[in-house]
């Protein structure tokens, strides 16, 4: 088997397969025991910017749970900190300042940004090394969107009135900062990513208008140049409207005509607020779908987690293989840092015995 033949792979092209793959995100994190340990005796930045260090912490998952795709442990800010910003971790991650137009100025180019998350790739390189091949491997970045806000704010949390009052300020940010995401992602696959995912977590925030004039476009120009091969997930943007078959770029709707520019996407992430059954049964849907049971369900008490995980999984169950194709089961948003490992345990040894 080869990593493109791997099951996770399969579904990302929209085979139909019998049992799932999964794959959650923050699935190497403060949950689990394995990172723990790690992180007791380096700093984040370590865990993060040293190759075997990052291997080592993305691995831990893979080894302990068995999960179907290997997800680099990184962070989305590095970008931020590559065009001029000052990043710490305290152990929240922290900018200098906040963005305005003398900032923007002042950010590198991205011939000069670029080296600076070469660590990335030699990350990926060193993941892929140690990876079965019977594994994906995925890599990130932060939407564009998503980190204008954290340049902005500080956070992606609160009303975010300061970000949502800035379309000038955004429009030069973005037109620096996505020709270094399109590089960011290029190296990544030159390390050995098989998907790269964009995260837009703060995407959710936006009207269907700001979605639509600010930022959908941006989406695009990361999508051109790797055509099939990168992942969208967007929190918090609620019922999403069906895929259908006239659809072309910029088609593929979410909640209130919020379009993203799917056309050339592998697929898509979803959060718990969608209802994946009726997506799944979308016989003109295209892409894969990720998710997406509710993080918070996986942290509960161990009665409380399986009893949801079954009802989750029935109607998924009522579906066959072909109706399931592109499905990568795995949660609506990132592993809690309350989560007991037992239960990730559970959740995948369960998913997978129903479907067996």
């Keep these: 088997m080869t990593p493109q033949t791997s099951l996770f792979m399969r579904a990302v092209r929209g085979e139909p397969v019998a049992v799932p793959p999964i794959w959650l995100m923050r699935q190497a994190g403060r949950y689990h025991r394995h990172y723990q340990k790690l992180r007791a005796a380096h700093s984040f930045l370590s865990l993060c910017r040293e190759p075997e260090l990052a291997a080592e912490v993305t691995m831990g998952p893979i080894d302990d749970f068995d999960f179907d795709a290997a997800i680099l442990f990184s962070d989305l800010l590095f970008p931020l900190e590559a065009l001029g910003f000052g990043l710490s971790y305290d152990p929240s991650p922290k900018l200098d300042g906040s963005l305005d137009a003398a900032r923007i100025a002042q950010f590198r180019p991205t ?30 970045v932060g939407g564009p969107w998503t ?37 960011n992602i290029r190296l990544q696959f030159d390390g050995g990513a098989d998907i790269v995912m964009i995260f837009d977590t703060a995407a959710g925030e936006l009207s ?5 004039d600010w930022t ?3 989406l695009a120009k990361l999508a051109a140049p790797f055509p099939g091969q990168l992942g969208y997930y967007a929190r918090g943007t609620n019922r999403p ?23 050339e996407f592998a697929g898509i992430g979803l959060d718990w607020t969608w209802d994946l059954p009726t997506e799944l049964r979308c016989a003109d849907r295209r892409g894969f779908l990720q998710g997406n049971f509710d993080p918070a369900a996986l942290a509960a008490d161990h009665s409380t987690f399986a009893a949801a995980l079954g009802r989750y999984l029935e109607p998924l169950r009522a579906l066959d293989a072909g109706a399931r194709r592109g499905w990568i089961c795995g949660l609506g948003h990132g592993v809690l840092q309350t989560t007991p490992e037992d239960n990730v345990r559970a959740f995948v040894n369960t998913v997978r015995e129903a479907f067996a």
């Excluded at 011939?111 to 995925?138: C, N, T, Y």
């Excluded at 800035?166 to 973005?174: D, K, T």
């Excluded at 269907?208 to 639509?212: S, T, V």
């Design 147 to 183: 980190l204008f806000v954290y340049a902005v704010e500080g956070t992606h949390a609160g009303r975010l009135e300061r970000a949502k009052s800035s379309p000038a300020l955004y429009r030069a940010f973005a037109d620096r900062l996505v020709p270094l995401l399109i590089e």
């Design 208 to 212: 269907p208008e700001q979605y639509a």
């Design 241 to 263: 409207r069906r895929w259908t078959p006239e659809v072309d770029l910029g088609q593929v709707l979410l909640a209130q005509a919020r379009p993203v520019p799917l056309s």
């Design 111 to 140: 011939a000069d940004a670029l080296p600076r998350l070469q660590f990335q790739r030699e990350a990926m390189a060193a993941v892929r090394a140690r990876l079965p091949q019977s594994k994906g491997l995925i890599g990130f």
């Design 216 to 218: 959908a476009r941006d």
